[in-house]
Each structure stands twice: as structure tokens, then as C-alpha cells.
């Protein structure tokens, strides 16, 4: 049964009380109209319980926006959405391209660094997020006294001589929550084995990130990337103010799973809600997605704290895990499923 407005109602008594259910929540089509966002189809998910997101259906589903009763929780690039008609290529082309918000997916083949092997080349972050979904539909289903919000689409990474992927998609949230879920499935419908790597950039920003947010992990071991890391090992879970000279930071984590068989990922902030505080978390199956990586990057407008479960722990790129003997693959036919959950509440 929704709980909305500080009461509980079953549909009977919703229904009584408004003309169409989007006075409380619901999804709304858009298509943005301006820059080089002109011409992308999206939707506005409202769940009825203060969490409002903005879901892109031509950039593989991907989340551009997240706020909380009027906070935003998200950081946005400068570069803004782009449809992939506009999106730029080359060796800056992620820079960008990338519009950051609640999650932007990278994969499916690739993340991190650019590169190529014997499996063919890729951009920085791989190519999904660029793809536009098709077959893309939503709906609000009943069932018993429980509403729930759903979109869904397909993406498909494939090249002629390579590797072929499909990722299904679906978003979930229920009305008068404050929880979106994620289900992912991706599928190799190739005829060849083919690398997989796939990273969820979930990215925090002004003002749920300044001098008071605090990351918290579930964790057995962390270690720096680099030498900037090591240097911000210390504080690797703390904000701070903006810094012109800031280097970016990189943490790899180590998980671990609750008796609930989740693993969760956390960025709080105490001063915002009138004092009473908000939090957004990640949660993910460590069995599915068995590494985390965080990033700390307290610059002048790439202000932004990210938390990234992945089912590879080699950040620094396929080059580099395929050395290591840590790079996934798919099988033809193979189908390999990522169940995500992005919960917001007042702490």
C-alpha cells in the first residue's frame, strides 16, 4: 500500500482523491529541445515520495538527473546531454560527452582508458552510454495495492567483424518510495567469445557533496590508483571545498556482502533537509558486480564524487585486466544478469 503525505492509502482511496495518478507520480515522455540535447527522447520519473530522476532513453537508459524533495544529488558535466547525433569523437571524446548524473553506464566491451587489442578498439569508457535504446516503453502497473513505475528498452553494442551485445533494461520504482531499481541483462548474441567489461558511474554532486559528505562502503581492503590516490588515502571518503589545482582520485575497493547478500555504497551529508540530513545509496551484488571503485574529484566544475560498482576491479583499462587475467568474457549465447538499487532518504 503507497505511503504519501504522511498516510497510507489503498488504490480505492487514491483513486478517489485524483483525476489521473500523475498528480502523485508517474512517468512523463519528454524530448528535449535545445543544444545538443535537440531531438533526445527521455522521461521524468516522479515517484510520489520526493525522488524525481530524469532517465534518457537515447543514451542507453542512462540516468541524466536525480533530486530528493527539491535537493539535488547529482553532478552534472559541463558539457551537458548531448543526443548521440552530436556526441563528439576522438581522443576527448568522454570528456565531452560524459554528462555524469545519478548513473551513467560504461561498457560494454571496455571502461577505462582508451585502446585496442586483438578484440578491436574502443573509446575511453567504451561505447554504450552513447547507444540510443530501442523498443522503449514505460507503464504504471497495479499489482494488489502496489503501484509500480516501469521503463524498459533494448541496447546493442555490435560491429561488423566483432562483438555483438545486447543489454536489456529495466527501471523499477514503486509509488510513494524513494528506491529505484535497476535490472540489467546482458546477453552475447554473437557467434564468438567476447570481452565484457561493465562499470556503473553513479556520481554525487553539489550540494549532497561539499565539506560536510561522507562516502561509506562496504569493504574488506581499499588501495590508490596512483600516486594522487595515495595521497588522499587518508581522507578518500571525505568532501571538501572546490580546488582549481585538485588531481583526480581513484580508490579500489575490495567488497563484501551483508547477510542480506548486498553490498552498499553511501554518500551522506548531515547539514542538508533542514539538519535532519539525506542520503543516497548504492546497493549491488557483490556475486554479480564483485568490484567498487570510488572517485574523488574536488575540482573548480568537475566538483564530483562517484561510486562505481563494476564486475571488473582494473580501472586503469581491458589493456591492462587482459595482462592480469582479469578480464571478463561472454560466451555466445551467454546472458549475465546486474541488479542495482539507488535508495534515497532523509537520515
Request: proline share 3%; charged share 20%; net charge neutral.
Given at each position: 500500500m503507497p505511503e504519501l503525505f504522511e498516510g497510507r492509502y489503498d488504490r480505492r482511496a487514491l483513486e478517489a482523491r485524483v483525476?489521473?495518478?500523475?498528480?502523485?507520480?508517474?512517468?512523463?515522455?519528454?524530448?528535449?529541445?535545445?543544444?545538443?540535447?535537440?531531438?533526445?527522447?527521455?522521461?521524468?520519473?516522479?515517484?510520489?515520495?520526493?525522488?524525481?530522476?530524469?532517465?534518457?532513453?537515447?543514451?542507453?537508459?542512462?540516468?541524466?538527473?536525480?533530486?530528493?524533495?527539491?535537493?539535488?544529488?547529482?553532478?552534472?558535466?559541463?558539457?551537458?546531454?548531448?543526443?548521440?547525433?552530436?556526441?563528439?569523437?576522438?581522443?576527448?571524446?568522454?570528456?565531452?560527452?560524459?554528462?555524469?548524473?545519478?548513473?551513467?553506464?560504461?561498457?560494454?566491451?571496455?571502461?577505462?582508458?582508451?585502446?585496442?587489442?586483438?578484440?578491436?578498439?574502443?573509446?575511453?569508457?567504451?561505447?554504450?552510454?552513447?547507444?540510443?535504446?530501442?523498443?522503449?516503453?514505460?507503464?504504471?502497473?497495479?499489482?494488489?495495492?502496489?503501484?509500480?513505475?516501469?521503463?524498459?528498452?533494448?541496447?546493442?553494442?555490435?560491429?561488423?567483424?566483432?562483438?555483438?551485445?545486447?543489454?536489456?533494461?529495466?527501471?523499477?520504482?514503486?509509488?510513494?518510495?524513494?528506491?529505484?531499481?535497476?535490472?540489467?541483462?546482458?546477453?552475447?548474441?554473437?557467434?564468438?567469445r567476447a570481452p565484457h567489461m561493465i562499470l556503473y558511474h553513479c556520481n554525487a554532486g553539489f550540494p549532497l557533496l561539499d565539506d560536510e559528505m561522507e562516502l561509506s562502503v562496504t569493504h574488506r581492503a581499499i588501495r590508490p590508483r596512483d600516486d594522487a590516490a595515495r595521497a588522499g588515502l587518508a581522507v578518500w571518503n571525505r568532501g571538501g571545498p572546490p580546488q582549481s589545482d585538485f588531481k583526480e582520485q581513484v580508490f579500489i575497493h575490495e567488497t563484501c556482502a551483508g547477510d542480506d547478500g548486498w553490498a552498499r555504497a553511501s554518500a551522506s551529508n548531515a547539514r542538508l533537509d533542514g539538519g535532519r540530513g539525506v542520503s543516497l545509496t548504492v546497493r549491488y551484488r557483490p556475486d554479480q558486480l564483485p568490484a567498487l571503485m570510488t572517485w574523488r574529484m574536488l575540482g573548480t566544475q568537475t566538483y564530483v564524487m562517484a561510486m562505481e560498482p563494476a564486475n571488473c576491479p582494473t580501472i586503469e583499462g581491458r589493456t591492462a585486466a587482459r595482462e592480469r587475467g582479469t578480464l571478463p568474457f561472454l560466451e555466445p549465447g551467454e546472458t549475465l544478469q546486474y541488479e542495482l538499487e539507488f535508495d534515497v532518504r532523509t537520515l
Open positions: 483525476g489521473d495518478l500523475r498528480q502523485l507520480g508517474g512517468i512523463t515522455p519528454i524530448v528535449y529541445d535545445d543544444g545538443r540535447a535537440r531531438g533526445t527522447r527521455g522521461f521524468l520519473l516522479r515517484t510520489g515520495g520526493g525522488l524525481e530522476v530524469e532517465i534518457v532513453a537515447d543514451r542507453a537508459l542512462d540516468v541524466l538527473s536525480a533530486a530528493y524533495r527539491g535537493i539535488p544529488l547529482t553532478w552534472c558535466g559541463p558539457g551537458g546531454l548531448a543526443h548521440p547525433a552530436f556526441s563528439e569523437l576522438g581522443v576527448n571524446a568522454f570528456e565531452r560527452n560524459f554528462f555524469g548524473g545519478l548513473m551513467t553506464t560504461c561498457g560494454l566491451q571496455a571502461f577505462g582508458p582508451a585502446g585496442s587489442d586483438v578484440d578491436g578498439a574502443w573509446q575511453q569508457h567504451g561505447y554504450i552510454n552513447h547507444a540510443p535504446a530501442r523498443a522503449v516503453a514505460h507503464r504504471a502497473l497495479w499489482e494488489g495495492e502496489r503501484c509500480t513505475f516501469e521503463i524498459t528498452g533494448t541496447v546493442l553494442e555490435a560491429r561488423m567483424f566483432g562483438s555483438s551485445l545486447r543489454l536489456e533494461r529495466t527501471w523499477r520504482a514503486a509509488l510513494g518510495s524513494n528506491t529505484l531499481r535497476l535490472d540489467d541483462r546482458v546477453t552475447n548474441v554473437g557467434g564468438k
